[in-house]
């Protein structure tokens, strides 16, 4: 018999289930699934547990792994309280799940009904399961989406966060949330309208105005830490400059969820709704409504919204060079001399730029010397000098593995003779599938070690004459963008370096290299010779 799995996940109506006292739903859950699983002497040997949403399968780390062991086959069968709990989301997911299930010939066990992807009636039993579910929770979150308007009419604050300067509480003897001051914060946002409408006062009595950013300098010189912990960054500022909650508003949807398609996929974005309405709200405000106008006002006038048009790339080393104190991907700038530079956009970082076409050309540079480098290794070797170890290595684990397994089987055996408890044997089963899934993916590496290495006896690697392509035609090419397309086929990222000189001047710039090559062991990292 096949080996089986448990799917646990908690939904949005069993936390307030829980709130109104009716105990853990996964264990409850867990509980419920083992005895079925006891009754039946199916050997449960995994588990997959998560709490979330069922709207996406992208927002469910479980749910994912779960389909991808399903789809490998490592499953006979997934026990789980009711199909709704593998998918509610929209058709695109829920043909996913029945696919990946019925492809795979993994059956799905409920305590009411047990579904066989081979059978025709269950298929579309599963089928129309998985729509009565989607229609199930489009109006769960109709419900939810009217709960919150009406909370908002009434002053109640929905969101889940608390804005800078208040703590949120639950409202004595009804439904929902409330803010509260925060005194020592609360001086900090004064402070900042303050800088930002009135100025700093200077050594000559005048008050100068100051801007996010230097706001942002002030509070990390005064010690302040921001509201994520560490330095204050400008946007952060900007975010409390615009947040209507200070003067005892409340809103909602004011950065809605946008989705689209692209090219096929389905991109997310969060544009700023500056029309969402606002209402009053039951907690104090900080401010009084004339300084926070007068803010609105300077940075309406401050700010220039971007005008979307179409812009041909003109970095050919976007996206590829990242800084090496920071991790900030650099950015291109053009100065007064009229020559692009690379430099890091964080402005607290101390690595110096340098001009795009020196590390442009270092970076062609190194390429060809780990190039001819890698020529002279790999030279075609005779069939008989194929590396021993990963033969070795492969004979090995596999024995290991078989070793788990019939570790395994004996445990099995344990608690169809009632030695174990089914919650002990869920224990031991789930650190022995552990042992036995690492094993499984140092086995995967050790084959295609041993595969690369036996390629090697007669040729040398692959993807090196497409490195010699890349190097070959990239001078031909004057579109930056079909540059970049090119040095991303064989580039994986360039780590930079530069802490002397400035930008106009080499100094003591180092770039690591990692090209994208298949590899044995791991991708090595390429250090360019000094510019």
Not at 158 to 186: C, F, N, T, V
Not at 310 to 317: E, G, K, R, S, T
Not at 348 to 361: A, F, H, N, Q
Request: glycine residues 8%; hydrophobic residues 35%.
């Amino acid at each position: 018999m096949g080996e089986y799995c448990l799917y646990l996940r908690k939904s949005r109506l069993d936390l307030e289930a829980e709130a109104h006292g009716e105990g853990d739903t996964l264990a409850r859950h867990r509980a419920a699934l083992l005895k079925l699983a006891h009754t039946r002497n199916l050997p449960v040997t995994g588990c997959y547990e998560e709490v979330c949403s069922g709207e996406s399968i992208a927002a469910r780390p479980e749910m994912q792994r779960l389909l991808n062991d399903v789809e490998a086959g490592l499953w006979c069968g997934v026990l789980v309280m009711e199909v709704e709990r593998l998918a509610r989301g929209n058709t695109t997911d829920q043909g996913m799940v029945a696919d990946t299930f019925k492809y795979s010939g993994t059956r799905i066990i409920t305590p009411a009904k047990d579904y066989d992807p081979a059978d025709e009636f269950d298929e579309e039993y599963f089928e129309f399961g998985l729509f009565m579910s989607r229609r199930e929770y489009k109006t769960i979150n109709r419900r939810l989406q009217r709960g919150r308007r009406a909370s908002l009419a009434e002053g109640k604050y929905i969101a889940g966060k608390a804005a800078y300067g208040y703590e949120r509480y639950k409202l004595p003897g009804e439904k929902g949330y409330s803010l509260r001051i925060i005194p020592e914060q609360a001086e900090v946002v004064r402070q900042i309208f303050d800088w930002y409408v009135n100025g700093e006062e200077q050594p000559d009595g005048s008050l100068r105005p100051l801007g996010s950013f230097t706001i942002a300098k002030r509070l990390d010189a005064c010690g302040v830490p921001a509201p994520s912990g560490g330095k204050w960054p400008a946007c952060t500022v900007q975010a409390i400059l615009a947040n209507p909650t200070y003067i005892g508003k409340v809103r909602w949807s004011y950065r809605p969820t946008v989705k689209r398609m692209v090219d096929g996929a389905v991109i997310s974005s969060r544009p700023v709704n500056h029309d969402v309405p606002l209402s009053d709200g039951r907690h104090a405000p900080i401010l009084e409504e004339p300084l926070y106008n007068r803010a609105q006002d300077i940075l309406n006038s401050r700010s220039h919204p971007p005008v979307p048009r179409a812009v041909p790339l003109q970095n050919p080393l976007a996206g590829l060079v990242v800084c090496g104190t920071c991790g900030r991907t650099l950015e291109r700038r053009r100065y007064a001399r009229g020559q692009d530079c690379m430099v890091c956009p964080n402005r607290d970082c101390d690595t110096k730029g340098s001009v795009l076409e020196t590390v442009e050309r270092a970076i062609l540079d190194a390429l060809e010397s780990w190039l001819s480098g890698y020529q002279l290794q790999l030279e075609p070797l005779p069939s008989d000098r194929a590396d021993p170890g990963a033969e070795k290595t492969v004979v090995f684990l596999q024995r290991s593995l078989d070793g788990l397994q019939t570790q395994m089987d004996r445990l099995c055996d344990l608690v169809e003779q009632g030695v174990y408890t089914p919650q002990r044997f869920l224990q031991r089963s789930q650190v022995l599938s552990a042992r036995m899934a690492a094993l499984d993916r140092a086995l995967l590496e050790a084959r295609a070690h041993q595969a690369a290495s036996r390629r090697l006896t007669g040729s040398r690697f692959p993807s090196l004459p497409r490195v010699a392509h890349v190097l070959e035609a990239y001078p031909t090419l004057a579109d930056p963008g079909a540059k970049n397309a090119l040095l991303k086929e064989i580039v994986d990222k360039v780590v930079y370096s530069k802490t002397r000189g400035g930008r106009w001047v080499s100094s003591d710039m180092r770039l690591f290299l990692f090209p994208r090559i298949e590899r044995l062991e791991e991708r090595p990292a390429v250090r360019s010779p000094m510019p």
